[in-house]
């Protein structure tokens, strides 16, 4: 049976980036968070928030689509008005 690893954020010296960011943002949001291991007290809001970016990001996707879908259509247009002019002459 293979020796257990552990994982990377569970070593107590090592600092993440997401503990950087924390901090540099809000000495006192680290200390709640990460010294004395507090929840967030704003997780309804920051859910709020991930679902909304969701939506936008759905949004942006089928955006992308359509684009597409009209550039497609764009090029085959002028396909078929150069076979259209070439049947002609």
Not at 21 to 43: D, I, M, T
């Amino acid at each position: 049976m293979l020796p257990e690893k552990k994982s990377l954020a569970s070593a107590p010296d090592l600092v993440t980036a997401n503990e950087i960011a924390c901090f540099v943002y809000c000495p006192e949001q680290w200390r709640l968070q990460h010294g004395l291991g507090l929840p967030p007290a704003n997780r309804a809001v920051m859910d709020a928030g991930t679902q909304h970016h969701e939506l936008k990001a759905a949004a942006d996707r089928v955006a992308g689509g359509s684009i597409r879908l009209g550039r497609f259509l764009a090029v085959l247009a002028a396909v078929v008005l150069v076979l259209v002019l070439w049947w002609w002459l």
